[in-house]
């Protein structure tokens, strides 16, 4: 049960970006049968489990940190230098989250590497993280709208707006993918 909710969203979301870098990169979904799309994020899943769930887990208890942080901030009705860099770090932090799990998807990175280029793709890409925060901003708000959509589409529809944007980031780069097979 732990492994279904607590702790599976990690190794679910490496496994998602690894099969949608392979489907966005290759001929697309529309030549693989879902089938092999199937046995493709089981052995995905498997294989990334215990270093996702590392990984995602660093990555909530700094969310969790820099909550407790601008709660403290309210609380003792900080100036606005510190607010200012709690915001740069939260923008940080968010760029970091959006493309560290689709980077280790597409280059088959360490975490702390991944991290690393994250934070330099992030900043260097600066429209592109903010478009993206807009674009899932806005799907999260048609999710609180038409509730039945988050039934069809759910995580899958915001993971491949993350990985398409992703993508074009690593490219714009001149990253090369890793094309291991699981």
Known sequence: MLGLGLFGWAPASAAAYSVMKKSFL?????GTRTASLFKEFKASYKKEFVH??????????????????????????AGILPRMLLLTIVFLFVSISLLAFPLKAYMDLPSL?????ALLL??????????????????????FLFPGLLLFYGVSLPAALIMQFALRIFTKAGLAASYQTV
Do not use: K, P
């Not at 590497?113 to 280029?117: E, G, L, M, P, T």
């Not at 900043?123 to 708000?141: F, G, K, M, Q, R």
């Open 26 to 30: 290759g001929a697309g979904l529309t």
């Open 122 to 143: 992030g900043v260097a890409n600066l429209h592109y993280v903010l478009l993206l925060c807009i674009l899932l901003s806005l799907i999260t708000y048609l999710y």
């Open 52 to 77: 996702a769930n590392l990984f995602g887990w660093t990555i909530a208890l700094g969310l969790l940190s820099l909550v407790i942080s601008g709660r403290a901030m309210i609380l003792m009705e």
């Open 113 to 117: 590497q991944a991290v690393r280029y």
